[in-house]
């Protein structure tokens, strides 16, 4: 069984900084893309960043020059630096990752169950 378990969320004043992390485990084959998803109350999941297994870095208009993600391959991990945080930043974070399980079986995407992030003004 495949797990993403994301963690470092937290209670935070406007203006100031987090660091989200995502650990995936158990039979992991290979990853792909992995990114980072968000949800406020009452709206829609929202793409925040997503990063390739080349590196190469997609990040929403609302959250660049502020946030920066990466990826720890050797450890099967991703991280979100979040940076000059806005209220508007308030959301539950989710870690995606499209993998295979084993060699043998197609890509398919994992979700995290989330960790909240909650940003005062």
């Known amino acids: 069984q495949v797990q993403l378990v994301e963690s470092g969320g937290g209670f935070v004043q406007a203006g100031g900084s987090l660091k989200l992390s995502c650990t995936a485990s158990?039979?992991?084959?290979?990853?792909?893309?992995m990114g980072w998803y968000r949800q406020a109350p009452g709206k829609q999941r929202e793409l925040v960043a997503t990063i390739t297994s080349r590196g190469l870095t997609i990040y929403a208009d609302s959250v660049k020059e502020r946030f920066t993600i990466s990826r720890d391959d050797a450890n099967n991990r991703m991280y979100l630096q979040m940076n000059s945080l806005k209220p508007g930043d308030t959301a539950n974070y989710y870690c995606n990752a499209q993998l295979k399980p084993t060699a043998w079986r197609p890509w398919t995407d994992y979700w995290g169950s989330g960790t909240q992030v909650t940003v005062s003004s």
């Open positions: 158990g039979s992991i084959f290979s990853i792909n893309t």
